[in-house]
């Protein structure tokens, strides 16, 4: 039970924590987006790792110069790349990825109607009529 109401274990240091409440939740919520790049896929906010701190302070740092939070990520996206953003930006090449899975699926539904389409007109015996030699033929064979 005191497991279940136990607030989350968060790895962010007292020494970390800014005395402006307001900056400090800025920091968290800027925190929440940005991936640690040692453990992959989980926010700075929630790892233990030495890398994560310093791009803990660093956000901290920013926002106490008086970046505004899209300054903020946009300098930490500059120094380590579009990767450190847990959810990634809809704009330039990433258009490609994010539109490549609907696409998909749009060209499978495509595909599949295509084939099934072919599938139902090649068992529909429609126009199987025999010309007049074949069917001279299958009246030999059916006379014999």
């Known amino acids: ?39 992959r896929n989980e926010n700075i906010d929630d790892s233990n790792a030495d890398l994560a701190r310093e791009l803990r302070l660093l956000v901290r740092e920013r926002l106490v110069a008086g970046d505004s939070d899209d300054e903020t990520r946009d300098y930490i996206v500059a120094r380590y790349g579009e990767y450190v953003l847990l959810t990634p930006r809809t704009s330039g090449s990433n258009i490609l990825l994010w539109a490549a899975g609907p696409a998909m699926l749009l060209l499978a539904l495509v595909l599949a109607m295509a084939y099934l389409r072919g599938r139902a007109a090649a068992s529909q015996p429609g126009d199987a009529r025999l010309s007049a030699q074949e069917q001279a033929r299958l009246d030999e064979i059916l006379e014999e």
């Open 1 to 39: 039970m005191a497991l279940l109401l136990a607030p989350p274990v968060l790895a962010v240091q007292p020494d970390e924590i800014l005395a402006d409440p307001v900056l400090e939740q800025r920091a968290r919520e800027l925190s929440k987006d940005l991936r640690c790049l040692v453990c």
